[in-house]
């Protein structure tokens, strides 16, 4: 049986970076966000959802138009709501076909919101990444080219740090003292091992 991990952290956390060191070592990796903004421009039934929850203008060319969303559900807590509540089933079902066809001894969700959207009642363990805030701040703005307001504004729609690590199986560290590949591979063959057992 193919155990289905998630794998998720904070804003800035690193959860990329680590996700792509499990592929490197053969392991498949979904990446909820892609996965999301695939489903928002080709299902046709979440393109007519999403059309009436913010109207024509929500698509241009056939495509999801960010920059208009974002705007609106930056402030606008209930839109926001409103649109999670329509793409994360659709993602959370999707990501579990997905998992279903695997047949590596194990999987991986990479996505930031597992909590928040319910999706941890369909996986077997869960890693969280963490950072220091600071380093998590600093890192997002030089992503993203955004101020440490907006950073801070998009922390306070997550679960906090400590919060969500709590509620992991394992947590890796990548404050930048830590190396990164020990930790994956000692979690890689922890699961590796309790594929094996089921």
Known sequence: MTLKIGLTGGIGAGKSV???????IGVPVYYADDAARELQNNDPDLISEITALFGPSAYQNGKLDRKYISEIVFNDAGKLRQLNA??????????FEWM?????????KEAALIFESGAELELDYVIGVT???????????ARDSITEEEVRRR???QIPEDEKMRLCDYVIFNDEKQLLIPQVLKIHNQLLTFAEDN
């Open 18 to 24: 680590v996700a792509r060191i499990f592929e490197v």
């Open 86 to 95: 329509l793409v994360h089933p659709i993602t959370i079902q999707n990501a």
């Open 100 to 108: 279903k066809g695997q047949t590596a001894a194990y999987s991986i």
């Open 131 to 141: 950072a220091p805030e600071e380093m998590r701040i600093s890192r997002t703005m």
């Open 155 to 157: 922390m306070e729609r």
